[in-house]
């Protein structure tokens, strides 16, 4: 058997109705690939396409508990897989989706290895910043946004709404993708989970200081909203609303030195935080400043009882909802063109 | 005459330092126990492919991105990695240079910028805007209070402790606000709150202290902290041990008191250090070995010790650096002007009190060391002004304060009789009620005016009020002391009446100093 996992040495090989071209993101410090390996490739009518493929020998390294370790993958895949076709089947166009899936086995090798096969996109948001104005900015963010409300709507959350999880298809159109870490309510994965199971470095500020709402929408629902926060604040500032928070604390303010309870950090991380939005503020156009400002203000309030619509409570909608935060980012897109 | 007043009964009450300043300190650090953060695969992972994928593509939007992440996560080196690659580049947004060059000094521009008022005027726009944030509200009412606009700041206060009612920062600073502003009975309520919604030592240090203040009763707790404690535990329990030490010494058992003191001065908070000062100064001298290595970590315990030993010029120094520590407080103002009076520094001494009666415009003592070092300027005019503003009196002290200062102004007006009688006046209150050190100090003040002023016989009292004093060790006594001798130096008047005046005929028998102030005897 070959030392390198076969997930990771896929190139020049036909899986399904799929040639790969080449590996995208080797990763020389980690030959097996992690969890997964990405490639390019192309079909019969020379559609390229992006193809996921999941290394389940990965489950192996570790001497004890394979056998859970592979069962786990098992089911992380097949449930990843299954999100994403239902996603298909809603016609969740903001939402990279699969276009095949399968498993590859090749004489030889014991494992087999699952993929899945996406279209393929021009890059991730962080590619086309440098050369993106405002417009562009908050189109691509109105992007992501109805992506993320067409998975809340069927009460999936996302988990890990970041700028590489941003893909542009088209120069133009934004599409949420990567649903690793989603979860749905009442269709229990393995990313059920108390803490967070996306990066953590853009993780809901709640969950880096271990408060757990015991509501299934506060804890998920407002966790993605928090990350949505803190990706238009990169789109705006250029850095992270979870970052410029931490900016304004001290050292043993911050959730790796902080061992009191959420209810004795909210002070202080509410005053990091509108010291965050004074320091935003400035940046933004004057013409959206007041209204961008309280998407961002409403998006990434520290208390994820208080995230999102603050008028939800006397109207009785639903306070995570997105709808209207993507009507607003629509029209204050087309205000500032 | 100045004086250099001291707590009668010192309790362990907190400081009111500003956000930044506190936020500093250790004393609004909750330690965390347990297992350490650690990051997950996917992160640690994701880490590996973005910092591949910049070394690709070095755009200064991908480094902005992995720079916050990193110091998000507490990655720090790779932070500033990054920070610098961003320092160097262009076209970003302004926080993110803010954030890069944070990481990089690891610290902020200057937070306060401008005068008292217009960063009241910033902190308005800001509060409007914000207005749940309670330790801005918090750092708005401190600036009224340096103003002395005590009811704008209380009004802040009370939206402070509202928003945030456990909140440790904000409810020892809103005690210490109520205790300034006169209303210890809202520092209780409000610290009695946020005592019953759970433990946390530092409130509870501020209740038995609130508590003690006021006669209300708190229930009786005990100290739960072994000697052998980890230096974390004694330091967030030290004002909660000092303060139960307090009680005890209130309660007349030394023994324990001292137990307890020794425990809290192992790992002190600041305002333990500053409270062990006055502890070993007033009532345990023999533990100043035990406390001593302490004091440099506290401006107000540096300064009485400075004083103590007669170091004046760097006691003015450091009672100049706590003023700006705790620039509403009184008790820097006060001891500061009254050094520098004693020093000969009558222009320190009036801008000291002028700027300590902006916050406190009813102080006594404050309003007092104005008149004296402005008579002591020779601005008579001015001093009138001021010294008709002199507050209603409170205690005995104020009264005999009050009567040899208005001596001093009689004698600037040249109405020698009416001040020397004045001056009697006080020594006679002084004596009294026994204030031993008071009477002492009203007659070398009472020397000293008549030398300055060149009165007949002047002489003679200058020898009797020495004579009197000079068993005298307390620094305030030793300090007058040298300055009559240094107004007798450049006054070197002869006496034209060689017969005792009559007022001094009984000034050995009032001015015996009591035992305790005697040196020691071997």
């Known amino acids: ?337 | 005459m100045i004086s250099f007043s001291d707590f009668d009964k010192k309790l362990v009450i907190p400081t009111w330092l500003s956000y930044a300043d506190a936020s500093k300190g250790h004393e609004l650090t909750f330690p965390r126990n347990g297992d350490p953060f650690t990051l997950n695969a996917r992160t640690r992972r994701q880490f590996i492919l973005d910092y591949q994928e910049f070394k690709k593509i070095p755009t200064a939007h991908r480094a902005a991105d992995i720079m916050g992440a990193a110091f998000v996560v507490g990655e720090t080196e790779l932070a500033q990695e990054f920070a610098r690659f961003i320092v160097s580049s262009n076209g970003l947004r302004k926080p993110a240079y803010e954030l890069a060059d944070y990481i990089l000094r690891g610290f902020h521009d200057n937070p306060i910028q401008g005068d008292i008022r217009s960063r009241i005027s910033r902190n308005k726009g800001l509060l409007r805007e914000f207005p749940q944030n309670a330790i801005g509200w918090i750092q708005h009412a401190r600036l009224y209070t340096i103003l002395g606009q005590v009811s704008k700041a209380e009004s802040c206060i009370r939206i402070a402790v509202n928003l945030a009612p456990y909140d440790r920062y904000v409810v020892r600073s809103a005690v210490r606000f109520f205790i300034h502003a006169g209303d210890p009975e809202s520092a209780w309520h409000y610290v009695k709150r946020a005592s019953s919604i759970g433990f946390d030592p530092w409130i509870k240090a501020t209740e038995i202290g609130v508590g003690e203040l006021i006669q209300k009763h708190v229930k009786r707790i005990k100290n739960n902290v072994s000697p052998s404690a980890s230096p974390s535990e004694l330091y967030h329990n030290s004002e909660l041990i000092e303060s139960i030490g307090m009680l005890e010494l209130l309660n007349g058992n030394d023994h324990r008191a001292k137990k307890h003191f020794k425990q809290a001065w192992l790992n002190p908070s600041k305002n333990v250090v500053t409270h062990s000062e006055w502890i070993v100064r007033n009532r345990f001298p023999d533990l100043i070995d035990l406390a001593k290595p302490n004091f440099g970590e506290s401006l107000e315990a540096s300064t009485w010790q400075f004083f103590s030993t007669l170091r004046i010029k760097e006691a003015i120094e450091v009672a100049c650096e706590w003023a700006l520590e705790e620039p509403f407080s009184k008790r820097p103002f006060a001891l500061g002007s009254s050094l520098s009076c004693a020093n000969g520094d009558y222009d320190r001494a009036m801008r000291m009190a002028r700027e300590g009666l902006r916050a406190n415009p009813k102080d006594f003592i404050l309003q007092n060391n104005l008149c004296v070092s402005l008579l002591k300027l020779n601005r008579l005019a001015d001093a009138e002004v001021e010294f008709a503003k002199m507050p209603v009196r409170t205690s005995v002290r104020d009264e005999i304060i009050y009567s040899a200062t208005k001596g001093l102004v009689e004698f600037k007006r040249r109405n020698f009789l009416a001040g020397r009688s004045l001056y009697l006046e006080a020594i006679a209150k002084a004596t009294d009620a026994g204030e031993k050190i008071l009477a002492s100090k009203a007659l070398l003040y009472l020397a000293i005016a008549e030398v300055e002023a060149e009165v007949p016989g002047a002489s003679l009292t200058a020898d009797e009020s020495m004579k009197a004093t000079e068993k005298g060790n307390m620094p305030d006594i030793i300090l007058a002391r040298a300055a009559l001798l240094a107004a007798r130096e450049s006054h070197r008047e002869e006496p034209t009446i060689a017969k005792l005046p009559d007022h001094l005929k009984h000034f050995d028998k009032i001015v015996i100093l009591p035992r305790h102030l005697l040196p020691p005897s071997k």
Request: aromatic share 10%; glycine share 6%.
């Open chain 1, 1 to 337: 058997m070959n030392d390198v996992a076969l997930a990771s040495r896929l190139e020049g090989k036909t899986i399904g109705k799929w040639t790969v071209l080449s590996r995208k993101q080797k990763g020389p410090d980690d030959p097996s690939g992690f969890f997964s390996s990405c490639y390019q490739v192309i079909d019969g009518e020379g559609r390229i396409a992006f193809l996921k493929a999941f290394n389940y020998l990965y489950a192996f390294h570790g001497m004890t508990g394979s056998a859970d370790m592979l069962k786990l993958m098992t089911e992380n895949f097949t449930y990843e897989r299954d999100l994403l076709l239902l996603c298909s089947t809603q016609k969740m166009r903001r939402v990279v989706t699969a276009i095949d899936s399968g498993e590859y086995r090749e004489s030889g090798e014991i494992v087999p290895v699952p993929y899945v096969v996406f279209e393929i996109a021009d890059g991730d948001l962080k590619s086309f910043l440098s050369i993106a104005d405002l417009p562009w900015k908050l189109q691509a963010f109105h992007g992501a946004l109805v992506g993320v409300n067409q998975l809340h709507r069927i009460r999936i959350v996302h988990q890990d709404i970041k700028p590489s999880n941003i893909l542009i298809f088209g120069k133009r159109v934004s599409k949420i993708a990567d649903l690793g870490s989603a979860t749905q309510f009442g269709n229990k994965s393995n990313w059920e989970v108390p803490h967070h199971p996306g990066d953590m470095r853009y993780a809901p500020v709640e969950l880096l200081y271990r408060h757990f709402s015991p509501h299934w929408e506060t804890r998920r629902f407002g966790a993605d909203l928090f990350m949505l926060g803190g990706l238009l604040t990169y789109l705006i500032a250029d850095t992270n609303f979870l970052s410029l928070m931490y900016h304004h604390l001290e050292s043993h303010q911050r959730h790796d030195a902080f061992g009191g309870t959420f209810e004795q950090a909210l002070p202080f991380l509410i005053n990091a935080y509108h010291m965050s939005l004074a320091q935003i503020k400035p940046v933004v156009p004057e013409s959206i400043r007041d209204e961008l400002c309280a998407v961002i203000a409403e998006l990434s309030h520290p208390d994820p009882d208080k995230r999102g619509n603050p008028r939800s409570l006397l109207n009785r909608h639903n306070q995570f909802s997105l709808e209207r935060y993507t009507s607003v980012v629509d029209r204050l897109s087309k205000k500032i063109t």
